[in-house]
């Protein structure tokens, strides 16, 4: 990953409710130490913003 390349760790992962983004997915991810916080439903302003 190039975060870790550049010596910087990911602490939150900000994600829509897509389909695509299992549990399994989430578990992965948190088991790198870095929290998930999923968008509210209908909010594609802040979706946007966040990318």
């Known amino acids: 990953m190039h975060a ?10 900000m994600h829509d409710l897509d389909t695509k983004f299992t549990k399994k997915f989430d578990e ?5 130490g870095c ?3 999923q968008t509210p439903n209908m ?7 966040v990318e």
């Open 4 to 13: 870790e390349d550049m010596g910087l760790e990911p602490e939150l992962l």
């Open 28 to 32: 992965i991810i948190e088991s790198t």
């Open 35 to 37: 929290e998930i916080k």
């Open 43 to 49: 909010s594609p302003n802040l979706q946007a913003h």
